[in-house]
């Protein structure tokens, strides 16, 4: 209740910081009584009542407000010479210390006022995606872009907020929509490519696994006559690998020699005939040299 210039102003706790740090550009401090007892606006120490300052009644409602909200502070749009305001208020009261002594009565209320230049505006327009927003003044002329405008209302009036509208939907209809046409023409040509590839070589498969099986017939027909042959012959035919041992006997071989074809399989042919084996075996290596 008891006013001190000097700790509010002369020592920086209310004064011009919350101008030039915060953008307060109103800061009022009432009684009980609604009479301002301090003021301070655009960083300057003023004696200057609040309702005069914003040029509306304005106590009544935010003491009504701050009783509803049950000492929480409240925040309302006002009008202040055709530009949005916000006007925040809460009471002034001892809070949490105990070491301070609740005074009796109504308690004072703080203020604080952010007038919405129209540099603040744009900036929160930008910050959204909304450029150019600016409030349209009476008699404003029409811009040459395509503009949207939505009326306003605050505490004490009402005022017009107009932004430049980039028409999506136009940018739609004639960049993106262009440009999602031809992705899909050309995923579609490259699928198309894609799978024309594909039904080749799966074509190509078909006609090799052809191929290889008529191969496999053959070789079977082939290796069928072999032994129709083999078998039809009065002799004993086989077969040896680069050491001259048995791989293959066929079936004149028991019938002839009185031996077991698995007792013979594996073993050289140099043990089966009995000949000089140097001789023997160079003639295997190289038949017909040396007479």
């Not at 020592?11 to 109103?26: A, I, Q, T």
């Not at 932004?163 to 999506?168: G, I, M, Q, T, Y």
Request: glycine content about 10%.
């Amino acid at each position: 209740q008891t006013l001190d210039v000097s700790w509010a102003w002369d020592r920086g706790n209310l004064g011009s910081s919350l101008y030039d740090m915060f953008g307060y550009d109103g800061i009022f401090v009432t009684d009980g009584n609604n009479i301002t007892r301090y003021s301070v606006v655009n960083g300057k120490f003023r004696n200057q009542k609040v309702e005069h300052w914003i040029g509306a009644p304005l106590m009544s409602s935010l003491r009504t407000a701050l009783d509803a909200s049950d000492g929480a502070c409240v925040v309302t749009p006002m009008e202040y010479h055709g530009q949005p305001a916000l006007v925040g208020a809460a009471w002034i009261r001892s809070g949490g210390d105990k070491n301070v002594q609740a005074e009796p009565g109504t308690p004072s209320l703080l203020i604080f006022i952010d007038v919405l230049t129209s540099a603040e505006l744009a900036q929160m327009g930008h910050e959204y995606g909304i450029e150019d927003l600016h409030v349209r003044k009476p008699g404003e002329a029409s811009p040459d872009y395509r503009q949207v405008t939505l009326g306003l209302p605050l505490g004490n009036g009402q005022v017009t907020m107009a932004w430049r509208s980039d028409n999506p939907g136009h940018d739609l209809v004639v960049v993106i929509l262009p440009l999602l046409i031809f992705l899909m023409c050309f995923t579609g040509l490259v699928a198309g490519i894609a799978m024309r590839n594909a039904l080749t070589k799966a074509r190509l498969n078909d006609e090799n696994a052809f191929l290889l099986e008529q191969n496999r017939l053959a070789l079977a027909a082939s290796e069928r006559r072999f032994r129709d042959v083999a078998e039809a012959t009065t002799d004993w035919i086989w077969e040896t690998d680069d050491d001259l041992r048995f791989t293959w006997l066929s079936e004149r071989f028991p019938v002839i020699t009185g031996y077991r074809i698995a007792d013979w399989l594996g073993r050289r042919v140099t043990e089966f005939i009995q000949e000089d084996s140097a001789t023997l075996e160079a003639w295997f290596h190289q038949p017909g040299h040396g007479g």
